[in-house]
């Protein structure tokens, strides 16, 4: 059986997806199964690992990612997009995790994030751990870090789910049980399978080491949004509203009321305030987030709402701080994230070597 699915969602106007698959399939050993899943899903390649499912180009972005998933076969999932990019070795990592703890039915990893539309001179420094080890993370800490936004900053801060994470095959059958949403959807599905990897993975492992690099971009709130007629927090407000929308119709589902209303939750929409650089965008978005927290719940957290504008600078420090090495966003010359990631993985033990030696 297939060991590793690498799901790449690939929506209309997606980026080249071709560095990616090359480097997926550079060994003709490897036991993977690439899926592309989109209106427009093609490959030139004919390897028989990659699999092709042609979409209606009307599905929204969570319906496509759900649709990529469900055609995966192997023993684990992961998602990327095209424009980011994975360890080829992951299959060795879950194939460990298989042999050495056969309990652990979710991994997630340092992810590296380079914003795509950074310039050369003015990018904030990009920082790589200096320890690879595997360490259990609790899954109660990790329940609290999501749902109830236990230090966070604009979004939980937790690692777990589809998106560079990868997930056993009996968590992703328990999360496709439920049926896929009808009456909501959201812009930011890795925030929804986050929420249901915490709830029906049982062990969770996380990995020091960066084993991927996501080309992000800033969060643009949409302008068509269908907010719940019973919570105040919409993917209109900003990344955190999303967040706290894509919690709230999870627990719904599952007959559970929202419970993030906590002073967590406030410092989290005021850092979602804080990351926009101009005052104007500062002064909007919160007071959408100050007229939200008044509606909820008779308004008790909104006098605990009062972030200050401040202007940013990028930290571009550059050298080993707080057990990390912090470089250059365009180190070797790097512009996208396959490049960033076969410069940067040189200053990295090898996923074999990292393994290896653990079971030394």
Partial sequence: MTKLSICIPLETGAGDHAPLIDALLADPKANIEIVLAGPQAAVEKTDGRIKVVVTDASLS??????????????????????????EPDLVQMVDYLERTSPHIDALAWTV?????????????????????????????????AFFYWKGSLNVPKVPFGIHHAAIRRSVVDAILSVPAPQSWSTMVPQYEWAAKTLIFAEELAFCSRPLSVVNTSAYVAPSVFLQPSDFPFHAGLGLAGAVAEVQFHVLRELGTEWGGGGEDFVRACSID?????????????????????????????????????????????RGLYDKALLIDRFVGGAQTAPEFYNVVKWMMPSVHVICDGMTQ
């Fill in 61 to 86: 972005r969570q319906s496509l990612w759900h649709t990529a998933i469900t055609a995966a076969s192997g023993d684990w999932v992961t998602l990327v997009n095209p424009g980011d990019m994975i």
């Fill in 112 to 144: 590296l994030q380079i914003d795509r539309d950074a310039e050369p001179g003015k990018a904030t420094s990009i920082a790589i751990p200096t320890r690879y080890h595997i360490d259990h993370f609790d899954k109660t800490a990790m329940l609290k």
């Fill in 273 to 317: 305030c804080l990351l926009e650089r101009d005052f104007e965008s500062f002064r909007q978005k919160g007071n959408g987030y100050f007229a939200a927290l008044q509606q909820f719940e008779n308004g008790r957290l909104a006098a605990q709402f009062r972030p200050q504008f401040a202007e940013r600078n990028p930290d571009q420090r």
